[in-house]
């Protein structure tokens, strides 16, 4: 799968860490947009997949107020097992 990193996405620390706090920021990294611009992150672990899958509506929200593109949704991968 492609994803792509549009202009607005780095620095991370710009967006990403307002969006979902310095817990869910230290654990789940964004990787970039796929074709549906649904936002794709990998999880440290696969307790912060679940947590993130849990939360996908708010977080969605919140990064959506914190981007200058809307993002349909997020895919949660644990780290290495993409």
């Known amino acids: 799968m492609s994803l792509r990193t549009p202009e607005w996405f780095a620095p ?3 967006w ?5 706090g310095q817990d869910l ?9 796929d074709g549906q611009d649904r936002l794709h992150l990998t999880c440290s672990t696969r ?10 509506q708010p977080l ?3 990064v959506n107020r914190c981007t200058p593109q809307t993002v349909a949704g ?8 993409r």
């Open 60 to 62: 969605t929200t919140r």
């Open 16 to 20: 990403w860490l307002p969006a979902v």
């Open 12 to 14: 991370l620390d710009r």
């Open 74 to 81: 997020i895919v949660a991968h644990v780290a290495g097992q």
């Open 25 to 33: 920021a230290r654990n789940v990294t964004p990787l970039g947009l």
């Open 47 to 56: 307790v912060w997949q679940i947590q993130t899958r849990l939360l996908e």
